[in-house]
């Protein structure tokens, strides 16, 4: 069981605005950066959203991050086929000394 | 521009040790605010993480895993090998090895900014 906990689904149609959940404590969220993953079926996981709601160079801004006490959320607006993937969130956990990760939303864009 | 790619076997016996190793180019382990990975993720689950070094030789490892985990750096060679021990038909995962962005020793600010392809191991007798 993850230590970080995300809807293990979600849906959209495309141009659909959709928001994926990442819910953790005050030993990781709560006192640390939170950062997104985006995972293609039979891909690396690749760096979406980086300290909360900053964006790597290369992704679009139809996705952003934010964070709010012990959980955050990604969005994406403007729902494409292209972004049906696996989305991780991640934290550091001063508990454990290094980074969780939630377990996972699987997104489809139907 | 940043690479990481990870080798090793694909297949070990239980009970045996996996040794891994991740070559890297881009960058420098000596260079102050990097730092190098590894997660891994069974089949059709989430992500886990395992070990991380830092450009100081700092190092953490997973509680859960700590007593089987080993990391290890070559900046000369540009490499850092995991060795884990005792392996067992649940450690059959894709093992990835990710670079590591941040800030000093502020090692609760770093995050994985460009992983490697990730290797299949297989435990199976």
């Known amino acids: 069981q993850s230590v970080l906990t995300q809807p293990p689904s979600a849906s959209g149609t495309p141009g659909q605005r959709v928001t994926i959940s990442c819910s953790g404590s005050s030993s990781n969220i709560g006192s640390n950066y939170v950062h997104w993953y985006q995972q293609l079926s039979g891909t690396a996981p690749k760096l979406l959203i980086y300290r909360n709601n900053q964006r790597p160079s290369g992704v679009p801004d139809r996705f952003s991050g934010s964070k709010s006490g012990t959980s955050a959320s990604l969005a994406i607006s403007g729902l494409r086929s292209e972004d049906e993937a696996n989305y991780y969130c991640?934290?550091?956990?001063?508990?454990?000394?290094?980074?969780?990760f939630g377990g996972g939303t699987k997104l489809t864009v139907l | 521009q940043i690479t990481l790619k990870e080798s090793g076997p694909t297949l070990v016996k239980p009970t045996q040790t996996l040794t891994l190793t991740c070559t890297f180019s881009?960058?420098?382990?000596?260079?102050?605010?990097?730092?190098v990975g590894w997660i891994r993720q069974p089949p059709g689950k989430a992500l886990e993480w395992l070990a991380l070094i830092y450009w100081d030789d700092n190092k953490r490892y997973s509680p859960s895993l700590k007593s089987r985990l080993t990391i290890t750096k070559d900046t000369s060679k540009n490499q850092v090998v995991l060795t884990m021990t005792n392996m067992d038909p649940v450690d059959t995962a894709t093992y990835y090895c990710a670079h590591l962005y941040g800030s000093g020793t502020y090692y609760y600010y770093y995050y994985m900014d460009v992983w490697g392809k990730g290797t299949t191991v297989t435990v199976s007798s």
């Open positions: 881009g960058f420098s382990l000596s260079t102050s605010g990097v730092g």
């Open positions: 991640a934290a550091w956990d001063d508990s454990l000394g290094g980074p969780v």
